[in-house]
């Protein structure tokens, strides 16, 4: 990466994929991805689209990376991509979500959640991977990206949770990224999860995940009042 942001974050990946049921099963398929890392989970996702596949036996597979260093985690998806690439396909259905939590409290505390999500960044990253329209990734609302405080913002978000704010909820699960584990009381799985990117063939796309990523922890370091 472009910037040393590793003793400064550490994330993890979520990896959607269909793999060729004929080929492997999940079990096996399981044990070659853990086979990398003993903190590899896996498990399925409802919203895999199964008909978008050649495969005559199609499978889908959710792929979890635990927390890792910047640099140790992308050593680890690259190994990952390489499986995906061996077993199964990525099509227009699947996602790829990076998690990211800073590793000092005072940075974690510092975030200006209402200025990160100003940026354009996450529109762009939507249209480079295609998925503008894709409802698992939505934008966020515009009309509060005037706030700039923490507590305040999931406040707004849990009074608004039965509510819609342009057209949208705002710390819901399915935004391009998402604070719903980004909460004032900092706990063990606190995270920022980032869901625009994915699409087809998005694990031949390494090196732009990479670039795009370092882009992300730029804007979250630029989101601090530190």
Known sequence: MKTNYNSKFKIGFEIEMVFNGDNISFENLTRKF?????????????????HDSDFYHPGDI??????????PAFKLLKKVFNLVKRYGKTNHSTG???????????????????KLIKSHLWNRIKREFNREKNEYCKSLPSCLKFKNNLDLFHKIGEALSTRRVDGEPLVGKYNAISFRNYKPIREASSRIEIRAMGGTNYHNKYNLIKKHTDLILTEFMKSCKV
Do not use: A, C, M
């Not at 989970?41 to 689209?49: A, E, K, L, V």
């Not at 800073?102 to 959640?113: A, F, G, Q, R, V």
């Open 34 to 50: 853990q086979r990398l890392l003993p903190g590899i989970t896996t498990g399925h996702d409802g919203s895999i689209d199964l």
């Open 62 to 71: 959710e792929i979890k990376t635990p927390p890792l260093l910047v640099e």
């Open 96 to 114: 790829f979500h990076i998690n990211i939590s800073p590793i000092h409290n005072k940075t974690y505390h510092s975030l200006d959640p209402f």
